[in-house]
């Protein structure tokens, strides 16, 4: 019985497969000329529309002004999230003083470590 059904299942993988000279060949990319440019990513299209004028502000700001208006205003406000996103900005992430220190520990016996 086992081996019926071992048999059963390699014939239906079998016909799954493409045909010989379709399917992949080892050391060859299968899109060999990768993703066309076309530039209509949404990072591109949101660097092209953050720099406009917003239509909505009277003072002819750009979207960018207004984020950068309205993030500091939730920092003043308290927005510990806001406060965070502009003291990365202005000064760079903050790194932990346990990034710093390398902290070894050598085993020599039962009770016996040595910190370097």
């Given at each position: 019985?086992?081996?019926?059904?071992?048999?059963?299942?390699?014939?239906?993988?079998?016909?799954?497969?493409?045909?010989?000279?379709?399917?992949?060949?080892?050391?060859?990319?299968g899109n060999?000329?990768?993703?066309?440019?076309?530039?209509?990513s949404i990072?591109?299209?949101?660097?092209?529309?953050?720099?406009?004028?917003?239509?909505?502000?009277?003072?002819?700001?750009?979207?960018?002004?207004?984020?950068?208006?309205?993030?500091?205003?939730?920092?003043?406000?308290?927005?510990?999230?806001?406060?965070?996103?502009?003291?990365?900005?202005?000064?760079?992430?903050?790194?932990?003083?346990?990034?710093?220190?390398?902290?070894?520990?050598?085993?020599?016996?039962?009770d016996d470590?040595?910190?370097?």
């Amino acid at each position: 019985m086992r081996q019926a059904n071992t048999t059963a299942v390699k014939q239906r993988t079998e016909q799954r497969k493409p045909p010989l000279g379709r399917r992949f060949q080892k050391g060859r990319s299968g899109n060999p000329k990768g993703r066309p440019p076309n530039g209509q990513s949404i990072t591109a299209l949101l660097r092209a529309e953050i720099e406009k004028v917003s239509p909505d502000d009277k003072d002819g700001k750009t979207w960018a002004e207004l984020i950068v208006l309205a993030t500091m205003r939730l920092a003043m406000a308290g927005n510990s999230t806001a406060l965070k996103e502009v003291w990365e900005r202005m000064d760079g992430k903050v790194t932990s003083e346990l990034d710093d220190v390398v902290d070894i520990h050598v085993h020599f016996g039962a009770d016996d470590y040595l910190l370097l």
